[in-house]
């Protein structure tokens, strides 16, 4: 198969150095195995996503030397792609409603647990009792881990990056404990989660090799264990360093100061910004 690679950015803001690094490391590890690179917009969050913010991802990676296949995938084409596959879920009895709050969430981790309590973030189950059909506008959709992981034999997916390179075998006792119950559709506005989402995705553009920064690797576990319950191949991961600013921070969109765009209305070449994230040279 052809190596196969993507950037998948959102549109909620401008791209920053950090944007740069992944988008130029994915180019120049598919050119120097005769692959690809494909680009992704992964806009189905309407209440932060803009067209101006997509526009300027496509002149800043143009002005980068990027270049990619057309049509450009755009999440908000595919919504029912993901539909699909929650109903897929739904049918395996993996998934349920979930109405609690941040704050129930807190509140029920705060209270005495039977067993051993649970790390901060992982929703205590106070709902999974439930069913589908008691689902009601605004209710999250949550995968049942203990069942889903039940249902799968065992997995294991392939890491590249420097960080955590090898084969990762999912124990499913540390999948219950550090993972848990993870939200697939949002509660806010029914749409699903990114990690579904870019199993989807990866899938429906034949993805052989996701790249992308180290802030992703936790949620490679959940997205392999959604894509042995989808049928869907397991794609190789490289997960990078991130580029953090002086302070040691990682940059975020509002951080103005190190968008591409400044830099290159301050004169500085597409080379001048590989310099920068310490990439050298094009292919
Ligand atoms: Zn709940």
Redesign the pocket.
């Known amino acids: 198969m052809t190596f196969t690679t993507r950037f998948a950015p959102s549109p909620t803001g401008p791209l920053h150095l950090g944007h740069a690094y992944s988008a130029l490391l994915a180019q120049d590890m598919a050119q120097a195995t005769s692959g690809q690179l494909l680009l992704r917009i992964e806009d189905t969050d309407v209440t932060r996503c803009r067209l101006k913010w997509e526009q300027q991802i496509y002149d800043d990676l143009d002005w980068l030397g990027l270049r990619w296949q057309h049509p450009v995938r755009r999440q908000s084409e595919h919504l029912d792609h993901y539909d699909q596959s929650l109903i897929t879920l739904a049918e395996q009895g993996v998934i349920y409603p979930?109405?609690?709050s941040r704050s129930?969430?807190r509140a029920a981790l705060s209270a005495p647990q039977e067993g051993a309590s649970l790390p901060v973030g992982i929703?205590p189950g106070?709902?999974r009792h439930r069913s589908l059909n008691s689902r009601q506008t605004g209710d999250?959709l949550?995968l049942n881990m203990a069942r889903a992981l039940q249902q799968l034999k065992p997995i294991r997916f392939t890491e590249r990056g420097p960080q955590h390179a090898g084969e990762h075998q999912l124990a499913p006792s540390r999948m219950i404990a550090e993972i848990g119950d993870a939200v697939l559709a949002r509660k806010e506005n029914g749409t699903v989660s990114y990690a579904m989402a870019a199993v989807v995705d990866d899938a429906d553009q034949q993805i052989t090799h996701v790249i992308r920064g180290e802030d992703l690797y936790q949620i490679t576990f959940l997205q392999v264990v959604l894509q042995a319950l989808l049928n869907l191949p397991t794609p190789t991961y490289h997960h990078h360093i991130l580029i953090r600013d002086e302070t040691g921070k990682r940059l975020a969109k509002r951080d103005d100061a190190r968008a591409i765009s400044r830099f290159r209305d301050e004169g500085v070449t597409p080379q001048g910004i590989r310099n920068l994230i310490g990439l050298g040279k094009s292919g």
């Open positions: 979930c109405s609690c129930d969430i929703y106070t709902c999250a949550r």
